[in-house]
């Protein structure tokens, strides 16, 4: 049966989803100065008077605008994109392991934005099999307008949880998550759907098999989310086999609730959660931690400074990153960045060389100080400089990760 479009949301009794599509250009400062945005159709809220105060209807009026003009410069930067992206990687090559690469589609866009991998090692016991979510694509504007949307969903016993990132793995119209929908190569791809039956099918192959699911940004909230949404379908069998999640420059994706029903889910199963956050990233700091939108992380948090040392914190510092107090900090760490990258290569070797792209990036950073934090390198070198104190993680005594 077809969803009527007033009907897309009624799987939850509790939501605030904005459609940019439907924003005007006069809706886009109305917002600024009306407190009745539940009688616009770009907005949809059952309860009245969320957005009443200015300061929140600011970051609505910033969503809006931003997803406005990604939707207006969607295909001439796909173009730009696709040429870009064929020059830097035409010399590239992989290979060494077994890949299955999944391109999926999400329903409400009707695109296929979402993209996973999927590897096995066979090589160690038990036999280990990684899923991982790819990040925001930098010429993807369906992407960046998952990131910035900041409509949110509220399942009962369960919490708010970001309405984009739901999306992107799957989340359906008018049904939300049912626990099966149909599979196979006469019906769509959903992500969450396609990747949780390819789990059954190599674990049920392979009787010792376990997993775990990563991802960089966009990727990192679809990694937890993905786990998110087995404990929402009792998924036993496959929570059973999951390993960890592990998650690098991860958004926020959920409420105070949400977080604590993960935490004791993922306590239940064993399964441990850490969440890497190098120096100033921006996205890890975002949406907002504010009492509007109320997105909290929760899990161990593995900071790692400009110098690469670790910290297990339940936070990062300046946690919702637009703070006057670290301006000066923030700047004189893009100095040092720039400076570093022409010197760790000479102390550390030729696996350190960063192109001209990346230091070209940096110094943009001295005006946009964060900006390249968030770039996989500095993901990349933590995990391999960094120093990080031994983690006991609380789902098991045998829990422990070690980095030294």
Known sequence: MACEEEEEDSFCDNYLVIKPEKASLLDLFRILFSRNLERRDFFNCPEEGVLSRFDHRWIVFISLLVQKVLLFIKIPLAAVGTVVEF????????????????N???DYQQTKTTNAMIFQNKNVGPNLITVAFRG??????DDWRTDVDISWYEFKGVGKIH???????????????????????????????TIRERLRTLIHENSDAKFMVTGHSLGGALAILFAGVLAIHDEKFLLSRMEGVYTFGQPRVG???FGEYMKKKLRDYSVKYFRYVYNNDLVPRLPYD????????????????????????????????????????????AVY?????????????????????????????????????????????????GKLPSVVYPGGPNQVLKQH
């Open 87 to 102: 020059f830097l990687n035409l010399p590239a090559a992989n290979g060494g392991c077994r890949r299955l690469f999944f």
């Open 104 to 106: 999926l589609l999400t």
């Open 136 to 141: 925001t694509e930098p010429f993807n504007t």
């Open 163 to 193: 309405g984009g990132f739901m999306k992107a793995l799957g989340l359906q119209k008018c049904t939300g998550w049912p626990k099966e929908i149909p599979t196979g190569p006469a019906h769509k791809p959903y992500a969450y759907y």
């Open 255 to 257: 409420n105070e609730q």
């Open 290 to 333: 504010d009492k509007a939108f109320m997105f909290k992380h929760f899990g161990p948090c593995l900071y790692f400074n400009s110098c690469y040392k670790g910290f297990v914190l339940e936070e990062e510092p300046n946690k919702n990153y637009f703070s006057l107090f670290y301006v000066v900090p923030k700047i004189l760490t």
């Open 337 to 385: 960045q720039l400076i570093r990258s022409f010197i760790l290569p000479w102390r550390r070797g030729k696996d350190y060389r960063e192109g001209w792209l990346m230091k070209l990036l940096r110094v943009f950073a001295l005006v946009i100080p964060g900006f390249t934090d968030h770039v996989l390198v500095d993901y990349v070198n933590s995990t391999r400089l």
